[in-house]
């Protein structure tokens, strides 16, 4: 998966790309009454674009390079307590601002290692801030991004009415 770019000039194939984006499982897909697909994807690792490759069946392709994000596909660091601490403070402001009335229970009860990343997927960032989140250089500079882009979110306001389980 990968987003386009914004700032980036549209190509043959459509809007450009960012230059990183993520390796993702198909981890469940249901369809809708209206024949749509709703995909659920598990990220497993972060690639830089090399080149774009020959659309097929209306798909883009690209051929990715992983070798600068290799600890991906190790387990995600503990942020430690204080940090975890600093996160669930920063999200109830965040949450606040946005109007998300979220689980609180079971966020609490999320892995130390596991609440960065399930953050950085939940929240309803923009989505030049989940790029952001992509491009951090590892997965133990993640919480500060994420704790900067929600304290961001609590004094500007992001979403609204969302509910968050």
């Known amino acids: 998966m990968?987003?386009?770019?914004?700032?980036?000039?549209?190509?043959?194939?459509?809007?450009?790309l960012?230059?990183?984006?993520?390796?993702?499982?198909l981890s469940s897909f249901s369809e809708t009454d209206d024949g749509r697909l709703l995909i659920q994807l598990?990220?497993?690792?972060?690639?830089v674009i090399e080149e774009e490759l020959e659309m097929r069946r209306g798909y883009r392709r690209v051929r990715g390079n992983f070798a600068a994000f290799r600890a991906d596909l190790n387990p995600p660091p503990d942020p430690g307590e204080a940090v975890r601490a600093a996160l669930l403070e920063a999200l109830r402001g965040y949450f606040a601002r946005a109007g998300i009335?979220?689980?609180w229970d079971t966020i609490r009860r999320m892995p130390p290692a596991q609440l960065p990343l399930s953050l950085a997927m939940a929240c309803p960032f923009a989505p030049a801030e989940k790029q952001?989140?992509?491009?951090?250089?590892?997965?133990?500079?993640?919480?500060?991004?994420l704790l900067a882009l929600l304290r961001m979110g609590a004094t500007e306001g992001t979403g609204g009415g969302r509910v968050v389980s």
């Open 18 to 25: 960012y230059r990183i984006g993520c390796l993702g499982r």
């Open 132 to 145: 952001a989140l992509m491009e951090t250089s590892s997965l133990t500079d993640l919480p500060a991004t």
């Open 101 to 103: 009335d979220a689980n």
């Open 2 to 16: 990968i987003q386009p770019d914004p700032q980036s000039r549209d190509g043959p194939t459509g809007p450009g």
């Open 42 to 47: 598990t990220g497993l690792a972060r690639f």
